[in-house]
């Protein structure tokens, strides 16, 4: 069931009297980490309410080809764009006679015939109704484009036969639907990054910060999402739009980004502190603006800020915490100090004292240690390499439990 976890499901629903059962499939779908939106029929919408599914999937129901409202946002065309699989549970006679004919005359088959994502049917009709010869005819045509079917089971129907055709049960279709994904390195895994820069203010408009760029942490937070993580992405002001999947968190100060952390730290998995934290923060925020004075030497008092990921990998129960160690010189001398004192799991360390790597630059290059040995990764792009490190990071994981 991990499988399903950020995967984005749509879920279309035709007319029959197996719908209801529709209502628990959106609530184990969900339950199993998917993203569900639900497309209904016309005739659907006579046997459950369109209402009931929005409560259960926490987005809005899809009804109408032509809505002006969602054309302006998610029309037909960007909900087949988004979807990784389209199930149709349950799935008509007459919905897959259409589906087998090609039509595109109400939302669901339009979105069926835009897609590049996989489709999966679950037939529900009555037993004569699937022994029909067009009925099989239809089968044969859906089976040979590739489109799955669910079933149907065999049992007593609504009807009073008895006899295949009855829509198979929300949990067996919920496996069936996760065994359609593969697994990958950190399916079902919950990942926390902390990434960008902090803002320690010194007034209402001037604040102490550094040169992060936030791209490394981005770029891992991606990584993650795409072996499988469910991401909770904890970050500073930067000018990046966060990835769709990431459970993004926005902060300016280093006490609200450990705030963030700490939030939920039970559920984490992997703790990835790839932010570049201020130590340390003026002792008192100045009301209103500072003025400039007569004095030629202005004088800051500072305090230290807490140690976000030293704090996290005292936590109990720990997550495996990867820390950065961005330094100017003595470079791995230092990341493996921090390592030992701050009882991480792995740190990362990276010279950014050169210009063609590390701060506001698209590229970078490591060196990943732990406590076995260390490991120096070519430079590359920040996005090639937050996926070598996410293989490395679900490698040292694994090992470690």
């Not at 590049?116 to 109704?129: F, R, S, T, Y």
Request: glycine share 6%; aromatic share 4%.
């Amino acid at each position: 069931m991990q499988r399903l976890t950020n995967k984005q499901i749509i879920l279309g629903i035709t007319g029959g009297i197996a719908a209801y059962k529709s209502a628990e499939l959106t609530r184990l779908l969900k339950t199993a980490g998917a993203d569900v939106r639900v497309v209904m029929t016309p005739s659907a919408t006579e046997f459950i309410t369109p209402l009931t599914l929005q409560a259960l999937s926490g987005n809005p129901v899809h009804l109408h080809l032509l809505d002006a409202e969602a054309e302006a946002g998610m029309g037909h065309i960007e909900l087949a764009k988004w979807a990784d699989l389209i199930l149709i549970a349950p799935c008509s006679a007459n919905f897959m006679s259409r589906l087998a004919s090609g039509h595109g005359d109400d939302l669901l088959t339009t979105i069926c015939l835009a897609t590049d994502a996989p489709i999966c049917l679950a037939p529900a009709m009555n037993q004569a109704m699937w022994r029909d010869s067009g009925t099989q005819a239809n089968v044969e045509t859906l089976k040979n484009r590739e489109i799955k079917l669910f079933g149907p089971g065999i049992g007593e129907q609504a009807c009073g036969d008895n006899g295949p055709g009855r829509m198979l049960e929300p949990e067996k279709i919920t496996n069936l639907t996760a065994s359609q994904f593969e697994t990958f390195a950190l399916t079902g895994k919950t990942v926390f990054i902390t990434a960008g820069p902090t803002r320690e203010a010194l007034d209402p408009i001037r604040y102490i910060s550094n040169h992060s760029s936030g791209k490394m942490g981005y770029a891992l937070a991606e990584a993650a999402i795409e072996a499988g993580a469910k991401v909770k992405l904890i970050t500073g002001p930067v000018t990046l739009t966060p990835p769709e999947r990431a459970t993004t968190v926005a902060i300016e100060s280093a006490n609200e980004m450990l705030e963030a952390s700490l939030l939920d730290l039970s559920l984490c998995d992997i703790f990835i502190a790839a932010a570049a934290v201020a130590d340390y923060r003026p002792t008192a925020i100045a009301e209103h603006k500072i003025k400039k004075g007569t004095e030629e030497i202005m004088e800051l008092h500072l305090v230290k800020n807490p140690d976000i990921v030293a704090t996290v990998a005292s936590s109990t129960p720990k997550p495996f915490t990867v820390g950065f160690a961005a330094e100017t010189k003595d470079v791995l001398e230092y990341a493996k100090s921090k390592l030992e004192r701050k009882n991480l799991d792995m740190i990362i360390a990276n010279d950014v004292s050169r210009s063609d790597i590390g701060f506001n630059s698209d590229e970078n290059a490591v060196t990943v240690i732990t406590h076995s040995g260390s490991e120096t990764l070519p430079q590359t792009s920040k996005r090639k390499l937050a996926s070598l490190l996410i293989e490395e990071i679900a490698t040292q994981y694994k090992a470690n439990r």
